[in-house]
């Protein structure tokens, strides 16, 4: 099975970065999505990182290192739409769907 | 416009009673999902299916069931065997995973049900 493990909550400055940090346990290994999710809404799409390595774009970067079973989400020059929980994923086995952990509030403030 | 339906938004039943939440999707995928969503808490699996006529239960799938007749629908039932099915529900599809390769998952806008 799997393990995920992220901080419950997480407060920043509007203008900072602030990096969510996202570790897992799993049996196989067949690559890491973050999501965001505004309250009461549905998870966007965010990333999807497959190979070790900082992936950029735009405010947002996913970094991977499989050897530590470990993720971040990087968010650069905060906004109060950033206000958001993100959620860490990877799938369960084989062909089956993704297991999530239980997510991270972000909370953006002035 | 392609995308995943869900209706209704908000949806009241009282205790006891079955209820039939929609997802309707047109992005041609082969896969759909059910997921929980508690206050607080990540998303939990209910059922998945990943093809037509086909569905597997997921780590939570007791006082549910589904169906998938057609490859755009597959809806989920709340049975009155589900001990607290106060939830925020979300349905998902996605293509099909193949060699190790995944594929995101697109989420329905959800269904907020309350059982008085």
């Known amino acids: 099975g799997q393990n995920i493990d992220q901080p419950t909550e997480m407060t920043a400055t509007e203008g900072a970065i602030v990096q969510i940090n996202c570790t897992y346990q799993?049996?196989?290994?067949?690559?890491l999505f973050w999501y965001q999710q505004h309250a009461g809404e549905a998870p966007t799409f965010l990333s999807y990182n497959v190979l070790d390595g900082l992936e950029e774009k735009g405010r947002f970067s996913s970094f991977l290192s499989r050897s530590k079973g470990y993720s971040y989400l990087l968010l650069k020059e905060l906004q109060m739409k950033d206000s958001a929980s993100y959620l860490c994923?990877?799938?369960?086995?084989?062909?089956?769907?993704?297991?999530f952990g239980k997510g991270t509030r972000l909370s953006v403030i002035a | 416009d392609g995308g995943i339906t869900q209706s209704p938004k908000y949806l009241f039943r009282k205790e006891g009673q079955n209820v039939t939440l929609s997802c309707e999707q047109n992005l041609n995928h082969d896969a759909m999902y059910w997921y929980r969503q508690d206050p607080g808490q990540g998303l939990r699996l209910i059922y998945y299916?990943?093809?037509?006529?086909?569905?597997q239960k997921g780590d939570i799938a007791e006082g549910y069931s589904v169906s998938r007749e057609k490859k755009e629908s597959f809806p989920l039932t709340v049975t009155s065997a589900q001990k607290n099915p106060t939830a925020f529900y979300l349905c998902?599809?996605?293509?099909?995973?193949?060699?190790?390769?995944?594929?995101?998952?697109?989420f329905g806008p959800g269904t907020r049900l309350t059982v008085l």
């Open positions: 299916s990943q093809i037509v006529n086909d569905f």
């Open positions: 799993t049996s196989g290994f067949n690559g």
């Open positions: 994923a990877v799938p369960n086995s084989g062909n089956t769907p993704l297991v």
């Open positions: 998902a599809s996605s293509r099909t995973t193949r060699g190790g390769t995944y594929n995101e998952q697109f």
